[in-house]
């Protein structure tokens, strides 16, 4: 045993040694997944020593006559043997999650690549995936196995949120519909994270979804009002309407499931130091439980008197402070209202109080508060005159772009106040409804959201919450993914193949979150210090990243190194389901991009930036996926798309 564990070939070795790299990579871990219940050996055919779990993740220390010895902790300080047979080799650290939304059927696991290429390529997908998914529930019904699909999705969503379910990516292919559209192939292990909710059995299916929400589930919207001169009717208007609703909530029995808080925001004082505040809280949530603390709270809020630096306005400043310091914690549905009449800030203003894009902050909205943001935008005759309206309504509507649903962006023309006060008492009672399930039943997954088809408003703010009502529903039920096992998916809907059913994302630790963010400051402050130099910005970034060891050995780097590259972060983008823009420049192409081409990468950078900030600094979303100690394990779900 002494000479056991002086190799490291035991349970019980000394913690000072490195995974096997990955072949061909200079950094990445060797990883594989555990097919199946077993246990590890203190050595090749030896004695058990440690159980391990299905897809459970572990790091490769040895291999040896089909053998190989895996550990948990990436310091070798507990490892065991395993057979061959038993794992399954992990080769990029990508998984998909489930996104079940109202209108999409349920997630179809194919038994291989083969079958999920005869739907795809077939001249009528979506009746031959329906007819594939009415035998699978036939079968799960009467548990008689299907010939082609291996399991269903739950028709409940997985709120990532709370239990972060995941699918490990073995591989991925693309192909590509009749229709033209492309589609991922996915052959994936099924795996949930170490936090899953306890009382569901793994693998349950879910239940079809009563009408109405359940009992508890509660809804907190904030609006977000624009301030600045010439608002003063619309907050009035809000005043009045929100007399209304808390009428309304009050009559239908539901004044404590329904909470409003109130944010103004103004402008940078940067540009204008006598607004007095770039944003302010009037109402918090626990105020807006009554009638009485909201309509006390916008009583103070009042237009200023002091005209801003040009037509923009800071309005994502006022949508931060509603996102970061409201009480959000026990409503289920979460909303926010942005109220403005002037497009926001970009993040390369620099009186932009976030730094961030409007494709930013709709992505925190998301992840973090895991809700939805409607605009109503007031198109004055003022912002006419001042060309706003068409570049504001680019902003707001990628803004309130979800995944799976109508852009929750909606205008109102000319500015009218009346018409302003309308649409947001038609919001609060589209919400209203929702809650207590008076008009409309919450959806069970493929069932389409019922709204009036000439009402876009109550029929996009319908289809966001029923899918809360959904992830809800999921999340108190306990829904859990399909059981363990190896299928094929697809990341878009056979029927709707607009919508993606499934969201491919990285797992990535503090470490390689930092080093990301060390990449990209290197790029940005050498595209701006070399604006009008260009030729020396690679043979700059190359001796940044040797100052900083991100490749003291190399500091020359080849004709053909793209940025990614030179920066030494190609071994974790490389191979990724995804089109990295820094993976493909090289000097060549740097030198011969305009300076507006390279000043688009470079705010593309800055905003990436910004958001790998605000993860770091989300703790409730790292997760422990490995199941072991310490803060190197705690992983975070990013979507690929947050990849530069």
Do not use: C
């Amino acid at each position: 045993m002494l000479t056991a564990a002086l190799t490291g070939s035991s349970a019980f070795a000394e913690g000072n040694r490195s995974p096997l790299i990955m072949e061909g990579k200079t950094n990445l871990p060797q990883r594989v997944l555990v097919r199946t219940t077993d246990s590890g050996r203190d050595g090749p055919d030896g004695t058990a020593v440690e159980p391990v779990a299905p897809l459970q993740q572990l790091f490769v220390y040895d291999r040896k006559d089909g053998w190989v010895e895996v550990g948990p902790d990436s310091d070798g300080s507990r490892t065991f043997w395993l057979p061959d047979a038993s794992v399954i080799d992990w080769k990029q650290n990508i998984v998909a999650a489930l996104d079940v939304a109202p209108g999409l059927g349920r997630t179809l696991f194919f038994k291989d690549v083969d079958a999920a290429y005869e739907v795809i390529e077939s001249e009528e997908p979506a009746e031959d995936a329906e007819a594939l998914r009415a035998e699978a529930e036939a079968a799960e019904a009467s548990g008689t196995p299907s010939d082609t699909i291996l399991a269903l999705g739950p028709r409940e969503a997985i709120d990532q949120r709370v239990n972060l379910h995941v699918m490990p990516i073995l591989s991925a292919e693309e192909a590509i519909f009749e229709s033209g559209t492309f589609v991922n192939i996915l052959n994936v292990a099924v795996a949930s994270a170490q936090n899953t909710t306890q009382n569901a059995a793994p693998g349950a299916a879910a239940g079809e979804i009563g009408g109405g929400a359940p009992a508890d589930f509660k809804a907190a919207v904030v609006f977000v009002v624009d301030t600045t001169k010439s608002m003063g009717p619309y907050i009035d208007a809000t005043r009045a309407t929100m007399t209304g609703v808390y009428d309304q909530l009050d009559a239908a029995g539901l004044s404590d499931k329904v909470t409003f808080g109130l944010v103004g925001y103004r402008d940078s004082l940067k540009g204008a130091p006598a607004l007095e505040w770039p944003a302010k809280t009037f109402v918090t949530l626990e105020d807006g439980r009554s009638a009485d603390g909201f309509l006390n709270g916008i009583a103070q809020m009042t237009e200023t008197q002091v005209s801003s630096k040009g037509f923009r306005e800071d309005s994502f400043t006022g949508i931060e402070m509603a996102l970061s310091q409201m009480q959000w914690d026990g409503y289920a549905a979460r909303f926010i209202v942005l109220v403005t009449d002037a497009g926001p800030r970009d993040a390369d203003d620099e009186l932009s109080g976030t730094g961030m894009s409007s494709q930013s902050l709709n992505r925190l909205i998301q992840e973090q508060l895991g809700g939805y943001i409607a605009v109503l935008h007031l198109k004055t005759p003022s912002g006419a005159k001042n060309e706003d309206h068409a570049r504001a309504e680019s902003r707001y509507t990628e803004l309130t772009s979800f995944p799976n649903l109508p852009p929750l962006y909606f205008p109102v023309e000319n500015g009218d106040p009346a018409a302003y006060g309308a649409a947001t008492a038609r919001l609060a009672s589209v919400i209203i409804t929702q809650i207590g399930g008076a008009a409309a039943k919450v959806p069970s997954q493929g069932a389409a959201p019922e709204t009036e088809p000439d009402d876009p408003l109550a029929a996009a703010v319908g289809a966001a919450m029923q899918r809360t009502a959904l992830q809800y529903l999921g999340a108190r039920e306990g829904t859990r993914a399909p059981d363990v096992f190896e299928a094929v998916v697809v990341d878009r809907d056979f029927d709707r193949q607009g919508m993606k059913p499934i969201s491919v994302r990285l797992l990535i630790n503090k470490a390689q979150l930092s080093d990301l963010s060390e990449a990209l400051n290197i790029i940005v402050d050498k595209a701006e210090t070399n604006v009008l130099d260009p030729d020396k910005f690679f043979t700059q970034v190359l001796g940044a990243a040797a100052d900083m060891s991100r490749r003291p050995d190399d500091v020359a780097g080849r004709e053909d190194e793209t940025l990614a590259e030179a920066v030494s972060i190609s071994e974790l983008l490389d191979g990724l389901p995804y089109k990295s823009r820094v993976m493909t420049i090289t000097e060549d192409d740097w030198v011969r991009m305009s300076i507006s081409e390279q000043q688009a990468l470079v705010n593309d950078l800055h905003d990436k930036l910004e958001r790998y900030q605000r993860y770091n600094g989300a703790t409730d979303l790292w997760v422990n996926y490995l199941g072991t100690e310490g803060a190197g394990n705690l992983l975070y779900p990013m979507l690929l798309d947050d990849l530069p």
